[in-house]
Nanobody, 125 residues
Framework: QVQLVESGGGLVQAGGSLRLSCAAS????????MSWFRQAAGKEREFVAA????????HYADSVKGRFTISRDGAKNTVYLQMNSLKPEDTAVYFC??????????????????WGKGTPVTVSS
């Protein structure tokens, strides 16, 4: 059974940093793309960042480019999202997601096959 478990969310002041983790289990993700999405209250889920596991090619939403960094640790089967210079508009529940084995960047939620339950991030002004 595939499981994606996020951790690392919390409350931080504007300008601060957080690192989210997504521990993956239940299958190998060597051919997958791992992604982070977020959903703010009353809004649709939106793409944040993605990494192709095999090549480490990354892609970011314009709103986080230059502030967030996605990375992966093969030995730990874990994906990270380092978030710096946080803004109040980054407040949302952050979800880890993965495709089954397509290994391409996709920015729409319907392209993902597996989801974590999310971890909340609140940025105060």
């Amino acid at each position: 059974q595939v499981q994606l478990v996020e951790s690392g969310g919390g409350l931080v002041q504007a300008g601060g940093s957080l690192r989210l983790s997504c521990a993956a289990s239940g299958r190998t993700f060597g051919r997958s793309t791992m992604s982070w999405f977020r959903q703010a209250a009353g809004k649709e889920r939106e793409f944040v960042a993605a990494i192709i596991w095999s090549s480490a090619i990354t892609h970011y939403a314009d709103s986080v480019k230059g502030r967030f960094t996605i990375s992966r640790d093969g030995a730990k089967n874990t994906v990270y999202l380092q978030m710096n210079s946080l803004k109040p508009e980054d407040t949302a529940v952050y979800f880890c997601a993965a495709d089954s084995a397509r290994g391409v960047i996709a920015t729409i939620p319907s392209a993902m096959d597996y989801w974590g339950k999310g971890t909340p991030v609140t940025v105060s002004s």
